[in-house]
């Protein structure tokens, strides 16, 4: 578990409802989007972000979209961690596993598809 390592922020998206590809990015200031609450939120200039074909998912400083987000129709979902330079890629991996096991408690027909570090 990662509550005695470094800070990381990790987001969780219905993978269905995301248009390929995804593409992570440093914002400069005035890109828009709608968080969780449904509420627009102005990204502050350098917050990175991860975005798909429709607009943004979601950034550091504000988390998910409103668009994407995980439901009780779920079906498929993307977890993604974002991390600061020098986070070890296996501490990643060891986080992702971590939410894997805990998503496979509650549903146990779920399995993990791929788990994949992107360094920028």
Known sequence: ML?????TCTAAHDLD?????????????????????????????GDMFMED?????????????NRTQITEKT????????????IEGSLIIEHL???AHYVQLAAPQAKMVEMVVHPL
């Open 3 to 7: 509550k005695d390592r470094p800070f």
């Open 17 to 45: 409802r995301i248009t390929l590809p995804i593409a992570v990015e440093l914002s400069r200031g005035d890109e828009r989007y709608n968080i969780l609450n449904g509420m627009e939120k102005e990204l502050p200039a």
């Open 53 to 65: 074909r429709e607009g943004i998912t979601s950034s550091i400083i504000y988390g998910p979209d």
């Open 75 to 86: 079906n498929s979902a993307l977890y993604t961690v974002y991390a600061p330079p020098g």
């Open 97 to 99: 596993s971590d939410i």
